[in-house]
Every structure is written in structure tokens, then in C-alpha cells.
């Protein structure tokens, strides 16, 4: 089986669509580990409904970024994570942690990249730039992580229409039922699978 881990720091619906999906027998891997960022975020229920072994790793616990990325190596590392899916994960990782999972770390982000995305783009300001540009299609997409913000290859993306009257809010809930909530498992199962078909060939 492969082993998944998800990073969150939200509310965690896209957490949740993953565990759904899991439950139906129709992930392609197994959600070993949540790692949330914070304390008191709704993710944390929803990873203690589910049964599901979870951290608390804070960044501002730790003395320095180095530190708290060590902190999540170890702990990725003794569960044995193959895949890391950032759902919704605000932090930024360096680097030097990317890395050590390459093509192993796969994010959602609320728009179709190249579009709206990059440093500072995240939660509403995605949607309030896609409005404010009157972009008649926004969507969302999965790709790979690399050392650019949203900067890595792209695996699935899903649009809709941008309505007229839609407000930043519309469009975010719009796009996370119909776009982001699909996607993201149909990319965990074809990251999974070529996982899967490298260990084979080792
Ligand atoms: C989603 O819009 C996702 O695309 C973005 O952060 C939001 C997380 O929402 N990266 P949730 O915590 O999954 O509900």
C-alpha cells in the first residue's frame, strides 16, 4: 500500500474528500498521517472522525524553519510517507525539504495555472484576481511541488464557468465542490499508481 500523508491548515474539505473517497475503497493509497499546522482547526475533527493518526506540528514551536522541517522529515519518516499531499497546507516548505521528495509532494491550488497563483496568492485574493481580471473560466489545479510556488508540473486540472454575478466567495465554493474536491484524489490515485509501478521496477 502506498502511504499518504495530508497537510493541512483549514477547515479541511479537501482532507475530507480524500477520506471519503478512501472510505468507498476508491483511493489508490492509504491516508497513514494528517500533519496539521496548527491547533483548532476543524481538519483535526474530521482526522479524529475518520480514526486517523494525527500531529500538531507548528512552526512557531520550533527555533527556526530548519527545525520545524526536521521535525515533519521525522515524522514522515518514521510513518514511511511516500506520497505528501498539501491540502490546503499554508506553509511554505524550503528547498532543501522538496528535495528529498521529488515528484513525492503534490498541492491543490484554487485556480488554472499559470493564473492566480505564486507568493500571496492563496484563499479569496485566488478568486477576488480571477474576478477582478474577468476571466470568463477559473477552475482549480493538482500539480507537483517544486522550489517555485504552484511553479511545478501540472497532473489534473478542472474549470467551470465564472458567472456574472459570481463573488469571490461564490466562486471559491463553487470551485471547491465541482473542481477541487474531484480532482485532488483522481490525482492522488495517478501519482499512486506510478509510485506503485516504480517500486515494481526497483
Ligand atoms: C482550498 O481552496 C485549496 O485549494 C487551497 O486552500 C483551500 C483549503 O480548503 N489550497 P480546505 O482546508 O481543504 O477546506
Same mark, same amino acid.
Given at each position: 500500500m502506498i502511504k499518504i500523508a495530508v497537510l493541512v491548515s483549514g477547515g479541511g /474539505?479537501?482532507? *475530507?474528500? +480524500?477520506?471519503?473517497? #478512501?472510505?468507498?475503497?476508491?483511493?489508490?493509497?492509504?491516508?497513514s498521517l494528517i500533519v496539521a499546522s496548527k491547533d483548532n482547526i476543524y481538519a483535526i475533527e474530521r482526522a479524529k472522525k475518520a480514526d486517523k493518526k494525527y500531529v500538531v506540528i507548528c512552526k512557531k514551536d520550533y527555533e527556526s524553519k530548519e527545525k520545524y522541517e526536521e521535525a515533519l522529515l521525522d515524522i514522515l519518516n518514521s510513518e514511511n510517507i511516500d506520497l505528501i499531499v498539501l491540502a490546503g497546507y499554508l506553509n511554505i516548505l524550503s528547498e532543501d525539504f522538496i528535495k528529498k521528495y521529488p515528484e513525492r509532494i503534490?498541492?491543490?491550488?484554487?485556480?488554472?495555472?499559470?493564473?492566480?497563483?505564486?507568493?500571496?496568492?492563496?484563499?479569496?485574493?485566488?478568486?477576488e484576481a480571477a474576478l477582478n481580471y474577468g476571466v470568463k473560466l477559473s477552475?482549480? /489545479?493538482v500539480h507537483y511541488v517544486n522550489e517555485v510556488t504552484d511553479g511545478g508540473k501540472i497532473i489534473l486540472q478542472k474549470a467551470i464557468e465564472v458567472k456574472e454575478d459570481?463573488?469571490? #466567495?461564490?466562486? *471559491?465554493?463553487?470551485?471547491?465542490?465541482?473542481?477541487?474536491? +474531484?480532482?485532488?484524489?483522481?490525482? +492522488?490515485n495517478i501519482?499512486? #499508481?506510478?509510485?506503485?509501478?516504480?517500486? *515494481?521496477?526497483?
Open positions: /474539505t479537501n482532507l *475530507q474528500a +480524500i477520506l471519503d473517497k #478512501e472510505k468507498q475503497g476508491l483511493l489508490n493509497g492509504e491516508v503534490i498541492n491543490i491550488h484554487p485556480s488554472l495555472i499559470p493564473s492566480f497563483c505564486g507568493d500571496g496568492m492563496y484563499g479569496l485574493k485566488v478568486h477552475g482549480a /489545479t459570481d463573488s469571490p #466567495e461564490s466562486l *471559491q465554493k463553487r470551485i471547491m465542490e465541482n473542481c477541487e474536491w +474531484i480532482i485532488l484524489p483522481e490525482a +492522488i501519482v499512486c #499508481e506510478k509510485i506503485r509501478k516504480e517500486k *515494481q521496477d526497483v
